[in-house]
């Protein structure tokens, strides 16, 4: 099937974006090699309004410390992460990013809400940044994943469509109750 | 910084991909409500000559069946999987594809090869067919990532430079000892 510019195609969940977009690239950094951290905090802190962040795990001193900097300047950051994580270890960055006044959703995955046992995992690994800024990939926002893991990350720039479509997801996320 | 068609640039595990690219495209799959499996079991079914898989989980029966079919069908079959994950789960398809004949290679995070404790995870969720085809994001290959996880699953067609980028990082993974 031949891509049309901007196209939202297929099933509710599955869009297809065109390349054809004007300026969207992707970079894919991999770690441990490309210290992938420097590439999230540079666009952190070129970040305007908005940061949309949902990743299983979160104990990134570094990172935690670059969202309360965006916070103090004045943008609307929003962070989810994965309940069972976040409860089971010490250095999750929920308690942390609260105390420094940032919203946090602690969720497990969405079948079976009220059966824990039977819950899956919030295992999301994006960021949503201004609305034109993605990143994905196997990546959460750990020291482990920057330093001692093989993983891949990747950075969209002026993704409109991609970047609404995981706002979109992201807002879904949010507005769950558990 | 304006993307060039093709510029492969930055450091070396960085690498910058121009969307202009004649018809690269990506599509994003969400879980649980996507899914996510038809469309890597239908790439898998169309692919021609290669498929390179490296998952930290792999534990899907749907797409183990998937990989052993490309295999009878003459295609180069090769997966890796992290080591922990495969010697702790009783349904890690690792020793299942090895009896079917398909390579496996089973790893550690990079770090400190030699000392178990401090060694990272083979955390990666890519896989790349034909030098063309590339998925990547937060969905491993089990039952969990396809129906009661919140997962990301990015396809991206026609991704020439991106391809072989991931590529690249698959034979240096596969070459590793440990």
Known sequence: MKPL???????IFFTLIASASADMAVEACFSPQGKCSTHIVREIENARRELLVAVYAFTSDELAGALVQ???RGLM??????RE??????????????????PV?????????????????MHQKFAVIDRRVVFTGSYNWTHA??????ENLLLFRDA??????????????????S
């Not at 079976?112 to 039977?118: K, L, S």
């Not at 994943?145 to 093989?150: F, H, P, T």
């Open 5 to 11: 510019p901007f196209l939202i195609a297929g099933a």
């Open 70 to 72: 965006a916070k103090k």
């Open 77 to 82: 950051v929003q962070v989810i992460i994965d």
């Open 85 to 102: 994580f976040d409860s089971r270890n010490d250095k999750s960055k929920g308690k942390f990013l609260e105390v420094q006044r940032i």
């Open 105 to 121: 959703r602690r969720l497990s995955g969405s079948k079976a809400p009220n059966a824990a046992r039977e819950a899956g995992l």
């Open 145 to 150: 994943a920057d330093s001692s893991n093989d």
């Open 160 to 177: 409109g469509p991609l970047a609404e479509e995981y706002r979109r997801i992201f807002e879904r996320l949010w507005e769950r109750k």
